[in-house]
Each structure stands twice: as structure tokens, then as C-alpha cells.
């Protein structure tokens, strides 16, 4: 049995922690922004296929302490690197963090390939070449106070990219989040689900594929793990026959409203991209317009606004969601909102009391995730 780790965005691990524990791998422990599973490469395929939290899925493989160049390297050479790749095949090191004795990344990474790749040279005569794009093997190395963790990244690209994302319009969530949050937000395909500021439509998407049960990638990209001289073509073919099974056709109520003319025209276009466009509902209206006379019963509305950030933009911003809020308490009573605030003025413009909040980080800012019940 082997032990893997899948990672997280900062905010996200309790979301991720629910969809291990759906899929039943075998979870030993969280880390950090990461949840270790224990079990065999099926588990791993499972999990780089169908996590939709996940960013990342990897092969931990070793620790130690090193305090000198020449102790990282001889702790690098421990592990056997040419049982995943061959000579004619590429690799790349990813370096994380620093202390006083190894104070630039870039030495880390460089000395860790300089003993991977004489360690194929002495068994084989000959070296991979490196490839800092598209590595068939990816090498990640973390320094936290002297001690070295190395692992194999067995994804080969982030999860986080699904590959539906054709166009997209000013600060889009990434796909990744917008599913943390609809875990977050308990939303089930029985209720509607509304998303009047819908952008790119990445909320919608993702919930469409996960009511769908298809996989977040959609069988679109080939993982690392398929590079591998280890990996078993029977057991992935086993993997995705089993998700092919699983796929559902329920019906489901998907709204996304947008002021904007070309978001709509890009959530509709990813859509299509997605193989989920027939699901969802795509209309352009202003918020203020909004109205809950066209809905048969109660759901959950999400919504990721605009912050602010531009200079005498947030006064008026205020206004705008206190007049959202206002329809709200009007129309749409028994609903719950799922609101991702980058400003604390701006949330508290909508004048309710959030019952759960969730601390996060969307992209490079600081925000927090706050569910309401619309009373």
C-alpha cells in the first residue's frame, strides 16, 4: 500500500475532506492543505480523476534532514527514480521554500536534478533531458525548518484546470473553489441553483457536471501517472468504465444572469465546451431586475461580486448589493446565498446576519465565504 497526498488551495481542505471520504479512499490524516490516503495505484487514479477540489495529487516518496549541498544530493540518490521513467523521457524539479543554509530555490531544484539524473547516467550510461513545461516526471521538493519532504506529482497539470474554460471575463473563479464552495453551500441538484452575477459561468458548470456525476476533467487530459513505466493501463480502463457507469442525467434547475452581454456569451460558450450547455438556463439581466416570481421553490443563490478594487467604485457597490439584499428579503425568502466577500464593507451592505463563514483565499486575495438564510 502506498501513500498519497491530495492538495488544496488555503480555505478549501474541508471540502476536499468530504470528497475523500465520498469516494471512499482510505484517508489517514490531514497536513497543511493537504489530506494523505493510503492505498494502491487505483486510489491514486480515482482520486486525480475525480477530485474536484483537489489541485494536485502526490506520490510522497522521501524525508530527511539536510544541511549541507552535499547531504541533499546523497539523500536524493536513497530513492530508485528510474523505476518511473525511462532515459528517453523527460523530468523537472520543483523547489519550495528556504532556510539559511539553502537560501535560493533554484540550488535546491538544480541539486536535486543533478543526483536524479546521475543516478540514470551510472545505471544506464545515459540522462533524460529536463523539461520545465511538460515533464513526464515531476520531482516536488519542500524545505520547512531543515527537513526535506520529496514527492512524485502524479497529476502532470493542475486540477484545478478542467480544460472547459474557452473564454473568460474579468477576475473568473477558478473551477477548483467554485466546487469547494458549492460543497460548502450544501447545494443538492433537487434545489435550483442561481447564480445572478455568473460571469464565465463557473458556478454553474461545475455543479452541472457534479449532479452529472462526470468527472471535473472530463477524460480531456493524460495524467503523469500514464507516463509512468509503473502505470497499469487495466486498472485506469477499469477506473473509467466504472465513471462512465456512474454518469446520470438528472433534471436539474441551473440559472445564470449577467449585466454584461460577452460574460453571457462566454459562460455559454464553456458550457458547450463542458457538454452541459442544454442544462443551464443563461439570460442577461441586471441584478436589480432580479426577481423570485419565476421560481417554483426555494434554493440556493451564489454569487461572486466584484470587490471594489478600483478607485471610487465602492460606494457604489454598497448600494447596488443593499438593493440586492432588499430583493432578497422580498422574493426569495427560504433561500439560502452563498455570498464570497473580498470586502467587509460590501457584505456588510447586505444588511444579514451570515450563519456559517469560511476564511479562503481566491486566487492572491484574502476573502471569506458566507452563507445566509434569506428570511
Known sequence: MAKF????????????????????????????????????WKHCYQANLHLRSATRVLLPILDFHAYKPEELYNNILKHDFTKYITTEQTIA???????????????IALKVKDAIVDQFRDKFGKRPDVDGKNPDLLVVVRLFKGCFSVSIDTSGFSLTKRGYREQTVEAP???????????????????????????????????????????????????????????????WAEVLKEAHDKEQSPPLELYGFDNNQSAIRAATENAKAAKVRELINFKPQNLTDL????????????VNPPYGERLGELEKLKVLYS??????????????????SGHAELSAALGLKAHR???????????????????
Open 93 to 107: 524539479v520543483e523547489a519550495h521554500g528556504q532556510n539559511h543554509q539553502f537560501n535560493d530555490q533554484r540550488f
Open 357 to 375: 463563514k469560511w476564511p479562503l483565499m481566491n486566487s492572491k486575495l484574502e476573502c471569506k465565504f458566507l452563507l445566509y438564510e434569506i428570511r
Open 323 to 340: 438593493e440586492f439584499a432588499s430583493i432578497l428579503k422580498k422574493d426569495f425568502k427560504g433561500w439560502r446565498l452563498g455570498f464570497l
Open 291 to 302: 426577481s423570485g416570481k419565476n421560481f417554483n421553490k426555494p434554493g440556493l443563490i451564489i
Open 5 to 40: 497526498i491530495a492538495l488544496t488551495s488555503t480555505g478549501l481542505l474541508p471540502a476536499l475532506e468530504e470528497e475523500i471520504k465520498i469516494l471512499e479512499l482510505p484517508r489517514t490524516r490531514t497536513q497543511g492543505n493537504g489530506v494523505w490516503f493510503e492505498g494502491s
Open 173 to 235: 473563479i477558478r473551477e477548483h473553489i467554485a466546487a469547494s464552495l458549492l460543497t460548502y453551500a450544501q447545494w443538492s441538484p433537487e434545489e435550483p441553483l442561481l447564480d445572478p452575477m455568473c460571469g464565465s459561468g463557473t458556478f454553474l458548470i461545475e455543479a452541472a457536471l457534479k449532479a452529472k456525476h462526470i468527472p471535473p476533467t472530463q477524460y480531456k487530459q493524460t495524467f503523469a501517472f500514464e507516463k509512468f513505466k509503473t502505470f497499469q493501463p487495466d486498472i
